[in-house]
């Protein structure tokens, strides 16, 4: 809470659940164009060759005993998310389903073992399923939500989603401030009315706070 350490906190990950994003964000920022330019060549190959890469880092990881503190604000975990996030941009109209379930299978046992039946690999075992052998079955996810919803710009159910999208990150931040400073003021309610109230407020909150910043951002400019 000191105003001196809020800049280093932006290296650090300050502290608290998610607040390792930031520094998560600027290191993907940085790697993502590194990753499209390796997959252009050549798309599945590359895929497989990051994968193995991934685990090669964690492996690193693993062998540097790198303590948890620096482990959560490095990008390693998520290298493979963002090779498989570039994947879908150059293959999204001619997914191979057949292709993907068997290694989605394969990630949901993973998954179900990491966090249930203390199943240990080469990867942290803090961070549990948020690994590469987990992404497939988030990638098999993320295409089926997309098959199923076409968004489209005059629906007002495909606004709403496409807002609440752009302030995904003002949201979070809302939620980190709400669950921390009110956490009890709506506890005593049944848990389906606190849960809807919860999730209204830091929506409506949220999205507030992203159009404040947009119009701050416009009138700094029109300066």
Known sequence: MNIRELPVSFITGGWGPGSYFVPIIIQATLILPLIYLIMKKNLNVMTFVLF????????ICL??????ELYRIIVVR?????TLGVWLAFNYKKINYRWLLPPAGLSLIYITGANYYDL????????????APAYFYTLLFTIVCL??????????????SIKIGQASYHIFLTQMVYFWVIPNLFAGLPLYLYITI????CFAA?????????????????V
């Open 198 to 201: 919860s999730v209204v407020l």
């Open 78 to 82: 998520y290298v493979f998310a963002l």
């Open 206 to 222: 949220g999205v507030a706070f992203f159009e404040l910043e947009n119009s701050v951002r416009k009138k700094l400019k029109s």
């Open 52 to 59: 193995i890469i991934s685990l090669i880092l964690e492996l």
């Open 63 to 68: 062998w540097m005993d790198i303590s948890r």
């Open 147 to 160: 098959k199923i919803y076409k968004i489209k710009d005059d629906s007002a159910i495909s606004r709403i």
């Open 120 to 131: 240990e690999l080469i990867m942290e075992p803090v961070w549990l399923s948020q690994h």
